[in-house]
């Protein structure tokens, strides 16, 4: 099959562009307004964009409380989201009032951050403390902006659960890091395979005749 985005002609019951664009990484946000009001969501559209400077971008549909706290107070934390939280996760992404915080009223626990105010997720292995540098709204072809909300953020701190290094590594699979998919489907990493970066052309394998 063949279909045009903008047409919606794919003839489907859901759109299956996000099924085709995974599995994704889960940027789990945790924030604090100007009152200190402490917020956690998950965001799909999420990624590092280059790691000298160590920069982030998470995406949000719509001008959410996240990016409201995040351009405040400049700070924010990303929580590493794994199997073990799921149900944490995928609950958090309710759609709680700006004064609601969702630590609270899911019970989840949180842990002082070392370098920005807003906390950490205590029972993620990993966390990434972040400064805000800027928020981007991303055009479409004819120059129209988009509902989304593009937030890049400068990595200043980095805590890693001893538990979670092997051998030197943080072992995702080990973690079961989580990765979000198409439709409500998530994807938890089990397996990692390594292959070494060829390092020159003429090293290449040889195929074909």
Known sequence: ??????????????????????????????????????????????????????????????????????????????????????????????????????????????????LVKPPRVAASPCALECVYVETIRPRDKSGQECSFHMVIGEVVGVYIADAALVDGRVDDAKLHALARCGYLDYAPVDRLVERPRPPSLDQLPKRGG
């Open 1 to 114: 099959m063949f279909y045009e985005p903008a047409k919606k002609n794919h003839g489907l019951r859901h759109s299956p562009l996000k099924a085709i664009v995974a599995p994704r990484p889960i940027g789990w946000i945790s924030s604090m307004s100007s009152t200190g009001t402490v917020n956690l969501a998950p965001y799909s559209f999420f990624n590092m964009i280059c790691e000298t400077p160590p920069l982030l971008m998470f995406s949000s549909n719509g001008r959410k409380d996240t990016v409201t706290n995040i351009e405040a107070t400049g700070e924010f934390v990303c929580n590493l989201a794994t199997l073990d939280l799921i149900e944490e996760v995928n609950l958090s992404s309710v759609p709680a009032g700006p004064d609601q915080s969702e630590f609270e009223l899911l019970g989840i626990e949180s842990a002082p951050s070392s």
